[in-house]
Each structure stands twice: as structure tokens, then as C-alpha cells.
T-cell receptor, first 113, second 114 residues
Framework: AQSVTQLGSHVSVSEGALVLLRCNYSSSVPPYLFWYVQYPNQGLQLLLKYTTGATLVKGINGFEAEFNKSQTSFHLRKPSVHISDTAEYFCAVSDRSQGNLIFGKGTKLSVKP | DTGVSQNPRHKITKRGQNVTFRCDPISEHNRLYWYRQTLGQGPEFLTYFQNEAQLEKSRLLSDRFSAERPKGSFSTLEIQRTEQGDSAMYLC????????????FGPGTRLTVL
């Protein structure tokens, strides 16, 4: 069965700092990988996804993630965060046939001025 | 493109009552998914439709839960004989039709069972 582990339920950084949100997955075959963001009182929004090809994936709002097959990881990073990046971030996987997403528990990012 | 809409946004009910939620997907999206999210957890998959066919159901979907998607357009999720453990945010998402396609989420329906 597939599963997702997000290390750190809360991360707090200062504006302008680099942020790294960790995601590890468990799957018998390489899955499709996603990062979603949930801003306060809003629905989930796709940040980026990896399906095939280049392992470094660039998404919206300056975020990027790298698929590492040997480490079974898909960590999300942003070189310089803004206060507006304060939100909850979810990593998710899906298998190649069904498409339903399996989410991690989420990481709440707080960006301080 | 008006996005995925869900109604109602909030529902408060008493234990034992039946409730029904509606999801209107983005037009021309063939796949429709239902998820449930409880406090401090990520969304959990419940079921999904390809057009009008319900193709997969999670073990989380007990016999008290039923979902339909008549004519492959909007979908309803009904919970019979609600229990306090059913209190959660119920999310709907839609996508074009392939597992790689982006799932677009609605704002959710928050259910509180007293």
C-alpha cells in the first residue's frame, strides 16, 4: 500500500529565508507525486506535480521540488519565502492506474516578518 | 471555468439524521473524487467516478455512505444515520480523466454531527 510521510507538522521561518518541506513516500512502483497548498479558509490548490521526465519540477509562486527515486523523497523548497506563503502544505501520491490521491498529514508553514 | 462548487458549505445535524452533499465539477471533467478531511489530517480518499460509473470505493466508505453521479455531471454524497465520528470536511475534486491530470478541489462541506 502507498503512504506518505511529511516530517514536521509545523515549520516557522523568517521572511526571505529558504524553506524546505520534507516528503517521503512508500510505494512498490514509482508513483505520481504532488504538492498541494491550502491557504486559510480556501480550498486545496496544486503547487506542482511530477509524473515523468525531469526530476526537478518547478511550480507556481517560486516553489520547486525534486523527485529522488533512491531516497523515495519529493521535498519542496523555496529559496526566499514571503509572508503570503503562510499556509498548510500537503504532499500526495497516486498510483499510475487509479489516480486517487493519498495525502500526508500536512505541514503548516508560518512565515514571520 | 467557474471551478468546483460544493453545497452546502456547512451542515450541522443531530446524530442519527441523514445528510446529503452536492458537488458540481468543472464542466467537461470526466473524473470526480470525494475525500474526507478531519482536523490535523490530510484528506483521505473515499470514492471516485469516471463519468457516471463509480470505479473505486475506499474501505473508509461504510455502508452508511452512498455516492452517485447521475448522467456524469454533478455528484451527491449521502450519509445515513450520521454518527459523531462523521464530523469532518468533505471535499470534492474533479479532473479531465487521466491519473496524471490535475485534480481541482472545491471549497468543501463542513459537517458537524451533534
Amino acid at each position: 500500500a502507498q503512504s506518505v510521510t511529511q516530517l514536521g507538522s509545523h515549520v516557522s521561518v523568517s521572511e526571505g529565508a529558504l524553506v524546505l518541506l520534507r516528503c517521503n513516500y512508500s510505494s512498490s512502483v514509482p508513483p505520481y507525486l504532488f504538492w498541494y497548498v491550502q491557504y486559510p479558509n480556501q480550498g486545496l490548490q496544486l503547487l506542482l506535480k511530477y509524473t515523468t521526465g525531469a526530476t526537478l519540477v518547478k511550480g507556481i509562486n517560486g516553489f520547486e521540488a525534486e523527485f529522488n527515486k533512491s531516497q523515495t523523497s519529493f521535498h519542496l523548497r523555496k529559496p526566499s519565502v514571503h509572508i503570503s506563503d503562510t499556509a498548510e502544505y500537503f504532499c500526495a501520491v497516486s498510483d499510475r492506474s487509479q489516480g486517487n490521491l493519498i495525502f500526508g498529514k500536512g505541514t503548516k508553514l508560518s512565515v514571520k516578518p | 471555468d467557474t471551478g468546483v462548487s460544493q453545497n452546502p458549505r456547512h451542515k450541522i445535524t443531530k446524530r442519527g439524521q441523514n445528510v446529503t452533499f452536492r458537488c458540481d465539477p468543472i464542466s467537461e471533467h470526466n473524473r470526480l473524487y470525494w475525500y474526507r478531511q478531519t482536523l490535523g489530517q490530510g484528506p483521505e480518499f473515499l470514492t471516485y467516478f469516471q463519468n457516471e460509473a463509480q470505479l473505486e470505493k475506499s474501505r473508509l466508505l461504510s455502508d452508511r455512505f452512498s455516492a452517485e453521479r447521475p448522467k456524469g455531471s454533478f455528484s451527491t454524497l449521502e450519509i445515513q444515520r450520521t454518527e459523531q465520528g462523521d464530523s469532518a470536511m468533505y471535499l470534492c475534486a474533479s479532473s479531465l480523466g487521466q491519473p496524471t491530470d490535475t485534480q481541482y478541489f472545491g471549497p468543501g462541506t463542513r459537517l458537524t454531527v451533534l
